[in-house]
């Protein structure tokens, strides 16, 4: 009999079937107890991976992989992983699924898959501007948060439909690669109102302002990959960086402290030199005294793009808490997409690091770099322009 690694490694992800685009307005019930639903089923197919150009999700996992195959075994890994893509989206088990009831539809469940650096050592057409980070004078990097050579990105409304999600993709990983490390995270990207926000860190930060916005030139420009080789057009580059926060000694501070530190007010994110969230930053503005409003090693102003040479990058933060026994760690898994690693995210990193006011409450301890590979069409799968 055909084991389910040995059909889909030779037949691809066609068979797995189609999953019902997100947004879409079903009718639930008859006559007049008739009701309106809205799908919250994101479709996995398209020109980039589903879960990328989207705010954080509430709950989320990563898992790196250490690749134990060869090319051909990474190729039948990537159409495995994309047919359990296509059902887990839909909310439907994945063959071989020893748990499917909790494949729950309606999760606006996404999975993002990456490629480590050592994975262009075995396929070549390494994408431009993929380099890994050099160790920053603040870092304090941990072997178990750090590298790998595949990444597997979780992220749904719930934590079950996470937890289901990774045990699949883990298990079908099997003989192929093997989880190297581990990381939750949580966002809260929802206002008492019910409307989106743009949520908040741990240190009680409005994160992620600046961000370009979604389907504009500027987050497409910044974003997706127009540069060679020709099997990464429409993809991105992904930097992982678990930053760990010294909640304790933040809390010592005055919230006027706090504020000339981040650059910005944190009742409402907007920038000390204005009264909205979304104000530009008057990095020109000074106070009585003839200081900066802003300071000279504010975070807002140092990662500002008018500052870095109109370098821009879009970020994702999921907070976490990580226990030990009675101790209790907390922080950011920052998560930075751009075009270029090399061209973007390093220069506006080696700028924070130089001179960031927050560096003195937070400690950078897991790094690495992936490569998103662009989207896939049904009867198609992940990485195919590059393994097929």
């Known amino acids: 009999m055909t084991s389910r690694r040995q059909f889909f490694g030779y037949a691809g992800a066609a068979a797995a079937g189609a999953a019902a685009g997100g947004g879409v307005v079903v009718a639930v019930g008859t006559g007049s107890s008739q009701e309106q639903v809205v799908s919250r089923t994101i479709s996995p197919y398209g020109d980039h991976q ?3 150009a989207r705010p954080a999700s509430a709950a989320n996992e990563l898992v790196a992989f250490k690749l134990g195959t060869d090319r051909a075994g990474l190729g039948r890994l990537m159409r495995l992983w994309s047919s359990d893509i296509v059902a887990l989206a839909d909310g439907r088990a994945a063959p071989g ?6 494949a729950a539809a309606n999760k606006n469940l996404t999975v993002t898959v990456g490629f480590g650096p050592r994975v262009f050592t075995l396929t070549g057409q390494k994408p431009v501007g993929l380099d890994d980070l050099p160790v920053m004078r603040h870092d304090r990097l941990q072997p178990a948060w750090s590298g790998g050579d595949l990444l597997v990105m979780v ?12 045990r699949r993709l883990i298990a079908d990983a099997k003989p192929f690669a093997t989880p190297v490390w581990r990381q939750t995270g949580f966002w809260d990207g ?6 989106p926000v743009t949520g908040r860190n741990l240190f009680g930060q409005v994160d992620g302002t600046g961000n370009p916005a979604f389907g504009t030139p500027e987050f497409d420009q910044t974003v997706w990959s127009a540069d060679g080789p020709d099997w990464f057009r429409g993809g991105t580059m992904l930097v992982v960086r678990r930053i760990r926060m010294n909640l304790d000694t933040w809390d010592e501070l005055t919230r006027s402290e706090q504020e000339r530190a981040v650059g910005r007010k944190l009742s409402t994110g907007a920038p000390l030199t204005g009264a909205a969230e979304h104000d530009e930053l008057d990095l020109e503005a000074r106070d009585a ?26 970020r994702k933060g999921l907070n976490y808490v990580h ?19 090399s061209g973007q995210f390093l220069p ?29 069409q049904p009867g198609g799968w992940l990485g195919q322009p590059l393994l097929g």
């Open 97 to 102: 699924d020893t748990a499917p009831e909790l």
């Open 155 to 166: 992220g749904a409304d719930d934590a079950v439909s996470v937890v289901h999600a990774v």
């Open 190 to 195: 929802t206002g008492a109102d019910g409307k």
């Open 50 to 52: 589903a879960g990328i």
């Open 348 to 376: 506006l990193l080696t700028r924070l690091d130089a001179a960031d006011a927050l560096n003195e409450w937070t400690t950078t301890i897991g790094s690495a770099v992936f490569a998103l590979p662009p989207g896939f």
């Open 323 to 341: 226990d030990s026994g009675a101790t209790r760690e907390s922080g950011l898994v920052f998560l930075s997409h751009q075009a270029s690693v």
């Open 289 to 314: 005294d003839g200081r900066p409003v802003i300071a000279q090693n504010a975070h807002a102003r140092l990662s500002h793009h008018s500052e870095n040479d109109g370098r821009r990058i879009f």
